[in-house]
């Protein structure tokens, strides 16, 4: 299994913050067998770029239009953040969908426009605690995942990353117990496979909702967790590096090392 830490920024940092925060990042020694992320605001994704280019590091976005160009005032395409070196981004983030009107239907042709261009797709799902709460975490979850991910050509996988990030978890110091995550998290594993076919059974699905290095040692050992999309504690490096190490650490003990 893979496991990913990717740490989105959100609308945090200057460009002098968001170079060196990156630079920390990148010049940290490697964590085995750990893929590394760092999702800064658009106008530092150039500088950070630069920043990571001697390392692992690699920078995605928070968000991109389907479309390759066009009048869409104020958006951003796919082949341009390729064309400053940018690999992934994040889709479906649940602060896009509350502020901004994303919906799974619209983050679909995002997933496509990015697999299509080779780039790395990290789409985020979750619930609301009123829906946590009502007991109807899966159907959400699950209409989420079909809606946006259903047709997807099983040779264009390798680039796609899920991230469940229940909506109560985000931001509020409040986390899924290791149980809660558990049973997401395989869930989450049943529907690829049945969406997409057996092509969808290495896709990590990353744990996110205040994830720190204090709770996420229990987390990211859970079987079916690859990882963390991390908020807060991503625009820390002292806490990023240290919760790069707890997942090096899981890796380590699950190849029995
Ligand atoms: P926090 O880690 O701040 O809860 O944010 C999680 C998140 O939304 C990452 O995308």
Redo the contacts with the bound molecule.
Sequence with gaps: MRTILAG?WKMHTDRAGAVALARAVAIAERAAGVEVLVAPPFPFLEAVVAACSDSAVRVAAQTCHAEAQGAYTGEVSVPMLQSIGVQAC?VG???RRRYDGENDARVAYKVKALLSAGMTAIY?CGEELSEREAGRHHVVVGEQLATALKGLPAEQLGGLVV?Y?PVW????GRTATPEQAQEMHGFIREQLVRLLGPAAEPVPVLY????KPDNAAELFALPDVSGG?????SLDAGQFLELVRIAARCVAERRGV
Excluded at 169 to 172: E, N
Excluded at 208 to 211: L, V, Y
């Design positions: 989105n994040i983030h649940s602060e985020c991230a990030e978890a985000i931001g509020t996110g909702g205040s994830c999309l991390i908020g807060g504690a």
